[in-house]
């Protein structure tokens, strides 16, 4: 009989999304495409609940790709946003994305626009 955990690690590669929720547990499974009450949610409960069981998975995990795209070769981006958050324990919406070199380009001249357009007045 095989590992459960490495079943259930087998099952959650296949989805790129699912090893962001186990990886990145702070961001709300809504951004990852998610419904509350989704399998996503049951995984995250058990992610939350069993630390052991989450470091097993993180190690049996492949790294994710792009967040984007799923391309490979992704590395934290710095978010361009400013939103007001505390550390309380809940949802960093200023969290690093983890962006490949096409999508980090892409990222990064929409925001230097956004915040040009808000520097200059027009929003």
Request: glycine letters at 8%; one cysteine or more.
């Given at each position: 009989?095989?590992?459960?955990?490495?079943?259930?690690?087998?099952?959650?590669?296949?989805?790129?999304?699912?090893?962001?929720?186990?990886?990145?547990?702070?961001?709300?499974?809504?951004?990852?495409?998610?419904?509350?009450?989704?399998?996503?949610?049951?995984?995250?409960?058990?992610?939350?609940?069993?630390?052991?069981?989450?470091?097993?998975?993180?190690?049996?995990?492949?790294?994710?790709?792009?967040?984007?795209?799923?391309?490979?070769?992704?590395?934290?981006?710095?978010?361009?946003?400013?939103?007001?958050?505390?550390?309380d324990g809940g949802f960093n919406p200023n969290h690093p994305m983890h962006?490949?070199?096409?999508?980090?380009?892409?990222?990064?001249?929409?925001?230097?626009?956004?915040?040009?357009?808000?520097?200059?007045?027009?929003?």
């Amino acid at each position: 009989m095989t590992d459960p955990v490495a079943r259930l690690a087998e099952r959650l590669a296949t989805v790129p999304a699912l090893v962001y929720a186990v990886l990145y547990g702070d961001r709300p499974l809504t951004l990852l495409g998610f419904e509350y009450g989704s399998v996503a949610e049951r995984v995250r409960e058990l992610v939350v609940a069993h630390p052991d069981v989450a470091a097993r998975l993180r190690a049996a995990l492949p790294e994710p790709g792009c967040e984007r795209c799923g391309a490979s070769g992704a590395h934290p981006t710095a978010v361009r946003t400013a939103y007001a958050w505390t550390d309380d324990g809940g949802f960093n919406p200023n969290h690093p994305m983890h962006l490949c070199p096409p999508c980090t380009e892409e990222f990064d001249e929409y925001w230097t626009g956004m915040w040009a357009d808000y520097y200059s007045g027009l929003m």
